[in-house]
């Protein structure tokens, strides 16, 4: 097997980077051609999942030809164990170790396959996260499908847990909740979830808000490598969370600005990558670099810590599920906007004096009122369609084995309890008119023949997610010279 994979192994210098989604032509193709990274998708990427199936690295039943997060992630692992760079890109170096080498991973599957250094949150997918929604149904607090898919409502389930036993609620399953799940009264849940098991190495959590010694070390430890040059003060605010961020990405690890066994791990074990200090003009504290709840008005276009901190906090009361860019963007208004439409507040999509001080007052617990009304909530519906991402297109398909157009669409919308028609034109004949398209929206496309015939759900920045019958559910742009030409409108359906 391994002189088949090394036949194929011709790196092409002509190759152009930009060209990430082209497929090759009949002939032309073969592993090692190219660079292929997330994004991807094509048969290249089938091969790549194949061989890292083989050795153990890639455990989604599945190859799936789509380049996404678990194909990054167990790429991730087999470069840290390999001694490459953990950059998740197979580029020349890595294929070349890949099918040469006889690395065979000794390590647990990431979060689909239950490694005890993951969290479980919006988008893990796999056996962990069934067991979950078992562990969370017998203890009464999950009444949904289990279905091995973490979605809005299963996170909403573990809010529920966790604010019923006294933790920290943010939706995301950690060895905290864990712990606490094990140890909850109620029926014992069918199998444990192998990410139970404590954690030889950390078992802490440290987020935004976070403070003490724990905080003091973390900090330090980043100041060594460079990475975090402001304040050693033991407060876990936004420039030790970016600072966490930028490690991250550095080591291969999921940029989440949440210190986790994983990224605690990664940093104590020496092995570390350091990055070039830059000095800032200041070492402000992380106290002084929150927004002021009083006076801060922040909206579109806003940028810097401030914004960071908003997108954190609204992030921890499940409103904003993308990570914490400090950009006050589309996401981020529509998230301001569900967070105001739940609080009573005059919804503008800005972050003025009101809604700052109603979010603090949330956060430390001084306000539990939330305004009943619609479960519609858009970004659990981007997180709940982009969950899916990598599902092959199957024609009349409508569950996550398989997807039509319309069929994704009529079930991430189920998920928020908005029933749509079945069809692509009779979801455009019930949808509103709009001028221009919101995150949520639906856009329409005419394809095979004329009329609205295709359609996807508006994410933002001019891209929408759509199950497409040679890619399956992936991300598109609007603007790409297959689907401008062929862009009919937009509708509003929820």
């Not at 961020?245 to 791990?265: C, H, K, M, Y």
């Not at 029933?419 to 008119?433: C, E, F, H, I």
């Not at 001028?435 to 508006?458: C, L, M, R, W």
Request: with cysteine.
């Amino acid at each position: 097997m391994a002189n088949k994979w090394t036949s194929k192994l011709v790196i092409s210098s002509a190759f152009a980077a930009g060209a990430i989604f082209a497929a090759p032509s009949i002939g032309e193709a073969a592993l090692g051609d190219r660079t292929l990274k997330e994004g991807t998708s094509d048969n290249d990427v089938k091969e790549l999942q194949d061989i890292l199936k083989s050795k153990g690295y890639f455990t989604y039943e599945t190859s799936t030809g789509y380049f996404g997060s678990i194909t990054k992630e167990a790429l991730v692992r087999f470069q840290a164990d390999a001694n490459l760079p953990r950059t998740g890109i197979a580029d020349k170096a890595t294929l070349q170790a890949l099918m040469e080498s006889n690395v065979k991973s000794s390590k647990e599957a990431p979060e689909e396959n239950g490694s005890s250094n993951k969290l479980l949150r919006i988008g893990s997918v796999g056996p962990d996260v069934t067991n979950l929604q078992n562990k969370l149904q017998a203890a009464g607090y999950h009444t949904a499908a289990v279905d091995g898919i973490y979605g809005s409502q299963t996170a909403q389930s573990v809010r529920n847990f966790q604010k019923a036993k006294g933790l920290k609620v943010d939706g995301i399953v950690g060895p905290e909740t864990l712990s606490a799940l094990e140890g909850s009264n109620g029926p014992t849940a069918a199998t444990p979830l192998a990410s139970e098991q404590p954690s030889s190495t950390n078992s802490t959590i440290l987020r935004i808000n976070s403070k003490g010694q724990a905080v003091t070390n973390l900090q330090n430890g980043l100041k060594q490598l460079g990475y975090h040059a402001s304040a050693v003060d033991g407060i876990y605010g936004p420039l030790t969370a970016q600072a966490v961020r930028s490690f991250q990405q550095a080591n291969g690890l999921e940029v989440d600005g949440i210190a986790g066994p994983e990224t605690l791990s990664a940093l104590k074990n020496g092995k570390a990558a350091s990055k070039p200090a830059s000095k800032p003009e200041a070492t402000p504290s992380e106290e002084s670099s929150a927004p002021s709840p009083s006076s801060s008005v922040l909206k579109k276009e806003s940028a810097g810590q401030a914004v960071a901190q908003l997108q954190s906090n609204l992030k921890r009361l499940g409103f904003f599920s993308a990570n914490a860019t400090g950009f006050y963007g589309d996401i981020t208004a529509q998230a301001v906007t569900n967070f105001q439409r739940a609080h009573g507040l005059s919804v503008d999509g800005a972050a003025g004096p009101e809604t700052l001080n109603k979010l603090n007052n949330v956060l430390n617990g001084k306000d539990t009122e939330a305004v009943k009304g619609s479960s519609f909530n858009v970004m659990n519906l981007v997180a709940d369609a982009s969950a899916y991402i990598g599902v092959p297109y199957v024609w009349g398909g409508t569950t996550p084995k398989g997807f039509d157009c319309s069929g994704f669409i009529q079930y991430v919308f189920k998920k928020q309890n908005v029933n749509l028609p079945r069809t692509v034109s009779q979801m455009w004949n019930a949808g509103k008119d709009v001028s221009k398209p919101q995150v949520g929206d639906i856009v329409f496309y005419e394809t095979y023949n004329k009329g609205p015939s295709h359609a996807g759900i508006y994410i933002g920045n001019n891209k929408f997610i759509q199950a497409g019958t040679s890619t399956g559910v992936t991300i598109t742009d609007m603007n790409n010279s297959y689907w401008k030409p062929r862009y009919l409108g937009v509708k509003r359906l929820h």
